[in-house]
Structure formats: structure tokens, C-alpha cells
């Protein structure tokens, strides 16, 4: 009986080593051909690590710099470390908080509004001209790249905003004019050839479903990372804009916050190269944090949609994982 034990033992470590071994031999035959050398991927990683730091450090140093007392920068410049700090610059700016609130409502009014609009206006136009069975789809393909090329120009634009439309001095002057981009429409277009299959289509109309409804319950679960893209850049040129309040506001509470805070640093030049002028203010403007103040700005206009970004990301990721039907 101890014999036979012991032969049953030595059987035992003898199949699990040839399975250990087995598995050695069939992970190193069916390795993934794709799969990086650890050595590549460290050297990726550590590259990739600096192009994300180069990214990021920018907007670090003009935060430390909004930081920095006015005195310091005259003497020593911009410096990463500064031998003053100070909030002098927010200081200044909640001066006049009220205008910057106000200002902080319209663009996000603006923002939100206008994404939305324009997110719906362009997908409904991609997905037109996508299906094969629109009649028209060639038509308002050119008709869509022609304005990618061509323009009416500036002043026609004017007089069809103000003297058309009277949009002026309305928050419609803000949303309407950047709500269609022929370029994120030719984006939708690819995406929705590419990514939808036309059997989920067809198969959603031989159920009896309406347009409207496979749009809804179809296209749009199907093409949430491509309208997660042209959402996030929708709303970076709504929050960005500047140039169209420029054009079409006059009316002070309808200033958005980019025109604002150009018109505030176009003031404070314009006093740093005048001083002749303003003379007798010349104690007050020695007051002011000039240049700290410049980045202050910066970053009260950056720094929301910074923050913003990475809840656009998890509609990238989420939309990557919603399958489909396999030709």
C-alpha cells in the first residue's frame, strides 16, 4: 500500500508538471502577435508620459504665474518657482465680479444650448445623407462640402443675422451662426456609414418601427462616440467664441465671458500704452497686477472646461462597448 501511494504521488507531480509545461508551450506558440515587447511598451509608456506631461505643464505654469505678485514679475520675470505669491490678481478680477458672473451665465447658457442644437442639427443631416434610400443624399453631400470651401463672406453673414433674421442683441446671435459645421457633418456621414449596419435597419422597419424611433433607439446608442466627439467640440467653440459677440452684442448682459475678458485685457494695454493719457490715474493703474492678472484670466476661462473634459470621456468609452450585428 505505501508503494502504490507513493506511485500515485510521483503520477500526480508528474500531470501537473506536463500540464504547467503544456500551458508554457501553448501560451509561447499562440502569443499574441500584436502584443508589445515589455521593453517597447516601457519605452511607450515612458514617452507617452512626457508628450501628456509637455500637455499639461503649460496650463501648470500659467496657474503658478497667476499666483505671482505683480513686483515679482517685474523684477524676476515668469518663474516656475516665484519668490512671491500672491492672489492679488483674483483680487482685482472679483473687483468686478458681478459683470463676471453674469458673463459666467451667458456662455453657459450659450454652451449648453448651443451643443445641444447643434448635436441634433448635424447628426440629423449625416444620418440623411448616409442611407441610401434618401433620393437627394449626393445633393446635400456638395452642398455640404461646397461650404467647407466656399463662403458667402463676412458682411453677407452680417446682413443675414441682422437684417434677415434680427438676431441681434438676442442670445440667438450666439447660438445659431456656429450651430451647423459642414465638417463635423462629413465626420457623422463616415461614422454612420461605417459604424451602422444597414440589416439593423432594415430589420427595425420590417418590425414596424418609424424613422424617428430607430434614430432614436437605434442610431443613437450605436454612434455615441462619434457624437460624444463633435459634442466636446461643439461646446469648445461655444465656450471659446468671442468674434460673433464682437459682431452681434451690444448689450452689456449679454456679453459672454471670452468677449468679456478680451475686453478687459484690451483695456488694460490700452492704459499700460497711454499713460500720458491717464496720468492722473496713474497710482491706480500702478495697482493693478498686469501681467498676473492677464493669466488670471486665462485660467478662469480655461479652467471649467478643463474640469468638464473628462465627464465627455466616459461617453467615449461607453460608446466603444455597445455592440451590433455581425455580416
Request: one cysteine or more.
Amino acid at each position: 500500500m505505501p508503494k502504490l501511494d507513493q506511485t500515485e504521488s510521483t503520477l500526480e507531480i508528474a500531470s501537473t508538471q506536463g500540464i504547467k509545461k503544456g500551458k508554457t508551450n501553448f501560451s509561447k506558440k499562440f502569443r499574441d502577435p500584436h502584443a508589445l515587447h515589455p521593453a517597447a511598451n516601457a519605452v511607450i509608456s515612458v514617452l507617452l508620459g512626457i508628450l501628456a506631461f509637455s500637455c499639461v505643464f503649460p496650463f501648470i505654469y500659467v496657474i503658478i504665474i497667476s499666483f505671482t505678485g505683480e513686483e515679482s514679475i517685474v523684477r524676476n520675470g515668469f518663474e516656475l518657482i516665484p519668490k512671491e505669491w500672491s492672489i492679488d490678481a483674483y483680487r482685482y478680477l472679483w473687483g468686478m465680479k458681478e459683470a463676471l458672473f453674469r458673463s459666467y451665465g451667458v456662455t453657459i447658457l450659450v454652451t449648453i444650448l448651443g451643443t445641444v442644437i447643434s448635436v441634433f442639427m448635424i447628426t440629423f443631416y449625416a444620418y440623411a445623407i448616409s442611407r441610401p434610400q434618401f433620393k437627394y443624399r449626393r445633393f446635400f453631400t456638395f452642398l455640404a462640402f461646397f461650404t467647407m470651401l466656399f463662403s458667402g463672406g463676412l458682411v453677407p453673414t452680417y446682413i443675414v443675422v441682422t437684417q434677415f433674421l434680427h438676431l441681434k442683441n438676442s442670445i440667438w446671435a450666439l447660438i445659431l451662426p456656429l450651430a451647423m459645421n459642414a465638417f463635423y457633418i462629413i465626420i457623422m456621414r463616415t461614422f454612420f456609414l461605417k459604424s451602422v449596419s444597414e440589416s439593423i435597419l432594415e430589420s427595425a422597419r420590417m418590425d414596424g418601427a418609424s424613422e424617428w424611433r430607430i434614430f432614436f433607439q437605434i442610431i443613437f446608442p450605436l454612434s455615441l462616440p462619434g457624437i460624444a466627439t463633435i459634442a466636446l467640440f461643439s461646446t469648445l467653440g461655444y465656450w471659446n467664441d468671442w468674434f460673433t459677440a464682437l459682431l452681434y452684442i451690444d448689450n452689456p448682459n449679454l456679453v459672454p465671458l471670452q468677449a468679456l475678458l478680451m475686453k478687459i485685457e484690451a483695456n488694460l494695454e490700452f492704459m499700460r500704452k497711454n499713460m500720458d493719457v491717464a496720468i492722473l490715474q496713474k497710482s491706480l493703474f500702478d495697482t493693478i497686477p498686469q501681467e498676473s492678472a492677464k493669466m488670471a484670466m486665462v485660467v478662469i476661462a480655461t479652467l471649467p472646461i478643463a474640469v468638464s473634459y473628462p465627464f465627455f470621456q466616459k461617453y467615449f468609452i461607453s460608446g466603444l462597448t455597445i455592440g451590433g450585428v455581425k455580416e
